[in-house]
């Protein structure tokens, strides 16, 4: 760890954080030098087989002190993670740098909607737990189908507190992430987003079509709203391909890694300005590290290779619905069913996941899967023959047994 016992050293260690270590990219945001990698803490390593707890506070601290002097100075905590521990390790940590050096950032849980009565209690009691008076960045936490409507809400009172903090400088930068689809996200910016400075995504290259984050960055552009990136990775779905596809890769650029190439991909996004990957070990710190010294983004054929390579990984996986929208006329029950269709595939491509429990407990209980009385009348339009009534049936089974 940095010794911060003199006057010059601490003038070392805001030196080596604010100009970078290993040539660092950095981007300008708002008067600020940001690393162009943030570290995440969602997944900071851990002393067993649990991924929650109890997190090596050692280690972490080794990681925090190398990522530092190799110019990161972003760090991404929240509420929730590692069951309430994260916060409180990472503020520990970064408690032996000087405050001006570095930029934490945390969030409202409002993924949870038993919280959104206690804006000011949570906010407060972060501060704490992170040891800090003032948060850099802000977040409106997972914004999604189930808690827009008690974000917006002007009764919990959440948006005007936190602008009160932001006014009273507790919050320096107020923005969101967002897990729900393109049309909440239209939703929330709506309604804030003349106020939001940044919006926190999943973006990468099997998610710019999959989930349609194409459409978030386009949307995000068209209010000037700058884009920090979540899973950038996939939840590690994407450090590692299949030899056929590695060797397609390899062919273009020899020298790059797989994790590289899902970086170089976000620095070819227009609008990207944080890319955060929850690294949980130290080797995985140094690699990204080292892609995060150079730009280089990829040109037309590289893009399309990538893309092909995402197209590749979910063909046979995901069912081929093109949302023409043909069975939602003759389902007598009503059902959204190429949004039903959507959250089965991202369910059972992702292997589980809390993304489709939670849209789809947002819906009413005679607009679920297992609300469909398996009449198939909607198989009878459509156009990509899939078995509707039967995948219907495995995607309650599949919620049902969590």
Known sequence: MLKLDNKNRIKEVKDVIRNGGMNMLYKDFKGVKLSSLGLGTMRLPNKGVDSDVPVDEKETAKMVDYAIKNGINYFDTAWGYHNGESEKVIGKVLSKYPRDSFYLATKFPGYDLSNMDKVEEIFEKQLEKCRVDYFDFYLFHNVNDKNIDAYLDPKYGIYDYLMKQKENGRIKHLGFSIHGDFDILKRFLNAYGEHMKF????????????????????????????????????????????????????????????????????????????????????????????????????????????????????????????????????????????????????????????????????????????????????????????????????????????
Not at 309 to 335: D, F, Q, W
């Open 199 to 402: 919006c926190q995504i999943q973006l990468n290259y099997l998610d710019y079509d999959f989930q349609d984050a194409k459409a978030k960055v386009e949307l995000l552009n068209e209010y000037n709203i700058p884009i920090w990136v979540m899973e950038p990775l996939r939840g590690g779905k994407l450090a590692k391909l299949p030899d056929e596809q590695e060797s397609k890769l390899k062919a273009l650029r020899p020298d790059e890694t797989t994790v590289g190439w899902a970086f170089r991909f976000l620095q070819s996004i227009p609008g990207v300005t944080m890319v955060l990957s929850g690294m949980s070990s130290m080797e995985q710190l140094q690699e990204n590290i080292k892609t995060f010294s150079e730009d280089k983004p990829l040109n037309d054929e590289e893009m399309k290779t990538l893309l092909g390579i995402a197209n590749e990984m979910l063909k046979g996986n995901v069912l081929p619905c093109t949302a023409c929208r043909y069975c939602t006329s003759h389902c007598p029950m009503g059902l959204d069913i190429p949004k039903l269709l959507a959250l089965y595939n991202e369910h059972s491509f992702t292997g589980g996941g809390f993304i489709a429990p939670m849209a789809i407990s947002a819906l009413p209980e005679d607009k679920r899967p297992s609300a469909c009385i398996g009449c198939r009348s909607c198989e009878a339009v459509c156009p990509q023959e899939i078995k509707i009534s039967e995948v219907m049936a495995d995607f309650a089974k599949k919620l049902e047994q969590g």
